[in-house]
T-cell receptor
Framework: AQTVTQSQPEMSVQEAETVTLSCTYD???????LFWYKQPPSRQMILVIR??????QNATENRFSVNFQKAAKSFSLKISDSQLGDAAMYFC??????????????FGQGTRLTINP | NAGVTQTPKFQVLKTGQSMTLQCAQD?????MSWYRQDPGMGLRLIHY???????DQGEVPNGYNVSRSTTEDFPLRLLSAAPSQTSVYFC???????????????FGNGTRLTVT
């Protein structure tokens, strides 16, 4: 079974600076997807970024980018120019891609990010 | 755009009571699932379904029951509530692996359940 580990329960960063959230995972599959979700105090789950394992190029979405190291099974999220609205719980997640059947999503424990003004 | 609709938003139950959390989606997604979120444990999969009439257990299924009679609806039933079931519950849906490989899950807004 796949597992996802986020080793940083809490992180903080000064507004406008850069912060990196860590995520490692364990799998024997070669084809899969990785995600970062953001959960603000409103409790909504918001997709931040998605990475396909077969794509070597790291995904980016505006101020959010990932460092995907497939051999090391590492998937970190970098937030540049941090803003107060980035304060949230961030979850790393792994999704298998069977030809048929369930694409189950496995989550890490989460990292609570605080932005200091 | 309704997306995934979960009701209720909050619920308080006494030990032994039963209830149903409702979930509906209007995106014609084949895959639907229920998660519970507890501090320090992330989101854990309770039950999931890959289509109408098909359900299966996730990581933490004990004490919960599901059914999928239509594509749109996927209710979660607590048969006899226990304090250990105090949690935040999320319903989520997506396309199947054949229609949308790696498609992200779309989440409802969650239900905060307290069992006393």
């Amino acid at each position: 079974a796949q597992t996802v580990t986020q080793s940083q329960p809490e992180m903080s960063v000064q507004e406008a600076e850069t912060v990196t959230l860590s995520c490692t995972y364990d799998t024997s599959e070669s084809d899969y997807y990785l995600f970062w979700y953001k959960q603000p105090p409103s409790r909504q789950m918001i997709l931040v970024i998605r990475q396909e394992a077969y794509k070597q190029q790291n995904a980016t979405e505006n101020r959010f980018s990932v460092n995907f190291q497939k051999a090391a099974k590492s998937f970190s999220l970098k937030i540049s120019d941090s803003q107060l609205g980035d304060a949230a719980m961030y979850f790393c997640a792994y999704r298998s891609t069977p030809f048929q059947g369930a694409q189950k999503l496995v989550f890490g424990q989460g990292t609570r990010l605080t932005i200091n003004p | 755009n309704a997306g995934v609709t979960q009701t209720p938003k909050f619920q308080v139950l006494k030990t032994g009571q039963s209830m149903t959390l409702q979930c509906a989606q209007d995106m014609n997604h084949e895959y639907m699932s229920w998660y519970r979120q507890d501090p320090g444990m992330g989101l854990r999969l309770i039950h999931y379904s890959v289509g109408a009439g098909i359900t299966d257990q996730g990581e933490v299924p004990n004490g919960y029951n599901v059914s999928r009679s239509t594509t749109e609806d996927f209710p979660l039933r607590l048969l006899s509530a226990a304090p250990s079931q105090t949690s935040v519950y999320f319903c989520a849906s997506s396309y199947s692996s054949t229609r949308g490989r790696g498609s992200p899950l779309h989440f409802g807004n969650g239900t905060r359940l307290t069992v006393t």
